[in-house]
């Protein structure tokens, strides 16, 4: 186990399955130690450090033949901004984005993303 994880953290052992890794935790996270179990398994996938979005709100991005779509959830009692690399339109209000995305507290925004 590496020692950067809490003293009262269980272990996690990470597996490499297929084309990824499988990761089991014994039980059930909070707070640092749950950031310090996903730190080290974003590291491991290559998986860029968040930054500049507030805890609970997730943000995930996929694309298909019908273009590439950002979806934004936000979890947190207060109003937030994403950071857009690229322009759109958010389909649940029409209105064209670009920068930011603003996201009212407790809501959901997707944007189509331009290109």
Do not use: Q
């Not at 186990?1 to 272990?11: G, K, S, Y």
């Amino acid at each position: 186990m590496p020692t950067a994880f809490p003293r009262a953290a269980p272990p996690s052992p990470a597996t490499a399955w297929a084309k990824g890794t499988a990761w089991y935790v014994s039980t059930r996270l909070s707070g640092p130690h749950l950031d310090a179990v996903l730190d080290r398994a974003c590291d491991d996938a290559r998986i860029a450090p968040r930054t500049g979005l507030p805890r609970d709100v997730e943000v995930v991005t996929r694309a298909g033949d019908s273009g590439t779509y950002l979806f934004a959830i936000n979890h947190t009692g207060a109003d937030t901004k994403v950071p857009l690399d690229a322009a759109g339109t958010e389909l649940l209000t029409g209105e064209h984005t670009a920068g930011h995305l603003a996201v009212p507290a407790g809501a959901v925004r997707v944007v189509r993303l331009d290109g």
